[in-house]
T-cell receptor, first 112, second 117 residues
């Protein structure tokens, strides 16, 4: 079956670094997305990985290992506004409609 | 670019009435639109996938006669919740993509919060 796992909740301190892990088991693979969602708002795109390795974009980086079915989102120099849910989503290559399989999300709490 | 709007942002209705939610891609032509619902503190649940000019594909467990989806043009899709009941109260979000877009990324609308009394 299709499954995406990520921790339910994490807590970190302002200014620190946090890594949010995501593991997936899907019948196919055609890319992994990370989205940020603040409470009561729609998700916003953060990153996309389709090849193994690290993609860096400012304070946020995302890593992918296809052989391990594993990704992580790394957030540096944490700010209070980074408090949000972080959603991991995988596009199954079998699907022709570009549907995404969504994880349940990781709620990140930033403390001063 | 790649802006998606939703209207209304918030709606309160009486049980038994129907509610229509519009999703528009403002600066691109969306070959595919998705409708999600999200309960508090839960992740997105895909309801249906809609391609312009064809019938929507509903996920298992989603009643197509209750949640009517129309994707009449490349910039507009509508979701109509028919005979709404309190259990239909939720946050409904649409997203849109196009096949030549960046990684076929889904661009999300701001969501519609539906409360059925």
């Amino acid at each position: 079956g299709q499954n995406i796992d990520q921790p339910t909740e994490m807590t970190a301190t302002e200014g620190a670094i946090v890594q949010i892990n995501c593991t997936y088991q899907t019948s196919g693979f055609n890319g992994l997305f990370w989205y940020q969602q603040h409470a009561g708002e729609a998700p916003t795109f953060l990153s996309y990985n389709v090849l193994d390795g690290l993609e860096e974009k400012g304070r946020f980086s995302s890593f992918l290992s296809r052989s391990k079915g594993y990704s992580y989102l790394l957030l540096k120099e944490l700010q209070m506004k980074d408090s949000a849910s972080y959603l991991c989503a995988v596009r199954d290559a079998v699907d022709s409609n570009y549907q995404l399989i969504w994880g349940a999300g990781t709620k990140l709490i930033i403390k001063p | 670019g790649a802006v998606v709007s939703q209207h209304p942002s918030r709606v309160i209705c009486k049980s038994g009435t129907s509610v229509k939610i519009e999703c528009r891609s403002l600066d691109f032509q969306a070959t595919t639109m998705f409708w999600y619902r999200q309960f508090p503190k839960k992740s997105l649940m895909l309801m249906a996938t809609s391609n312009e000019g064809s019938k929507a594909t509903y996920e298992q467990g989603v009643e197509k006669d209750k949640f009517l989806i129309n994707h009449a043009s490349l910039t507009l899709s509508t979701l109509t919740v028919t005979s709404a009941h309190p259990e239909d109260s939720s946050f409904y979000i649409c997203s849109a993509t196009w096949t030549s877009g960046r990684a076929n990324e889904q661009f999300f609308g701001p969501g519609t919060r539906l409360t059925v009394l």
